[in-house]
């Protein structure tokens, strides 16, 4: 997979900017600069030590294309460990192509997606799982992914994997020696130490597979279901909570028919509020599709909101406990909001009865809103918040947000506790030795110690050409 070609590939995004930045690495990348880089000072870039800066243009044949910074850093010191030199230069469009064509006819080739970091990986700069966190900081838009993906850049994540496995590969060791030795029943591995080993690897197991709940949440955004009849004010309390006029906000009931989905960062973690059409039953067809389709949303959202008219709770308190006992027959896990709107309506004696009847619904929370006043709104946020465990985000506590790190630790986990049971059976050494060299194998895939060109290409693949 390792190859001997210099890259070349603009770093920085296209399209005109003041500084774009030309990244060049491999054996060449000094030389091919320097072959089209005439420096101010006169002086060779060849000879210039590492990490220097050095004005001067970039010219073919007799045509100055541009005045540059050039930065030069030489194997083994550089981001991706080979001879990299960048050139930083006026941000137009043309000129970055001009200065990207020249130095591809004059012996460079194009980067391919992300192979700037592959050779950083298959140098030894980053292991894989820090490789990964460098594609998940490009595209972290809140501090929490911002943290996660920065801890795992700095190889907080890596090095526990990295440990128990250098421990765990010590007793393979050890255990395969004994095989050696079958006729003379030995035991150089430690059994207290071994059970020892074996429990602590299954606890930090289990907290980093249980991570990724917490993870997935803070990558992707915790889908919340708004549920309410028409016009209760849906619309109103997305505006409020997103601070803008997406959804349609109209009188006419109903409008809410398709589903809108839009974004709020609370407190750095993402929430993904689905707007549904209730779930009264009715006769026409159009909102029944409308039900079903809410539905469908409660089941992939993490916490329902329900909304209601609370103008209309003298009237109908019957209707909406029976809507909500609904929810949470069908949903006992999921935990509920309960939101009565528009009670800038009610008298204080009807907001006492409302809180009253709300109070006597078990698991379930409420919050009394005027979406339209504001009021309630920043209760409402808070209240999300605290359905999100980030406990471990406030300890610094790994997260794991990779589904193939995911995989691999449930697929050791699982190798881990066979070698659990080989222990609790007094099992023999051959046999636990298989286990422990699958377990071995799983941690490897994380950090890439184990790895194949296939595995690489996709990882690789999905960044983008530059990085
Ligand atoms: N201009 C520029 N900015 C950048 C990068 C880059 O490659 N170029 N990066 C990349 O995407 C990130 C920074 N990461 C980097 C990591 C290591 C080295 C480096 O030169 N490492 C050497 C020397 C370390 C030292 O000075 O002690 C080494 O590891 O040996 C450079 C950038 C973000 N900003
Ligand atoms: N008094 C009062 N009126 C409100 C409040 N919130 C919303 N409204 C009004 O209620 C009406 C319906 O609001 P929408 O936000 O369109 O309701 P919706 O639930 O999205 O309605 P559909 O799109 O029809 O499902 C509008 O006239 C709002 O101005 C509130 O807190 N107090």
Redesign the pocket.
Known sequence: MINQDTIVALATPSGAGAIAVIRLSGKDAITLAEAQFKSVSGKQLAKQPTHTIHLGHIVEDQRTIDEVLVSVFKNPNSYTGEHVVEISCHGSSYIQQEIIQLFLRNGCRMATAGEFTLRAFLNGKLDLSQAEAVADLISSDNEASHQIAMQQMRGGFSSEIAKLREELLNFASLIELELDFAEEDVEFADRTQFKELISRITFVLKRLIDSFAVGNVIKNGIPVAIV??????????LNALLNEDR??????????RDTIEDELVIQGIGFRFI?T??IRETKDVVEGIGIKKTFEKIEQSQVVLY?FDATQFVDNAEQFQIEIEKIKNKYPLKPLLIVP?????LSAEEEKQLETFLGAIENSKYIL?????NRGVEALKNALIGFVNTGALRNNETIVTNMRHYDSLLKAFEEIQKVQDGIDMNLSSDLMAIDIRQALYHFGEITGQVTNDELLGNIFANFCIGK
């Open positions: 309410g009849e028409p016009n209760v004010g849906k619309s109103t309390l959804a349609i906000v109209s009188d006419i009931a109903g409008t809410t707007d059409a209730g909304l709107n528009k009670i800038d309506k809103l005027a979406a339209k006043e």
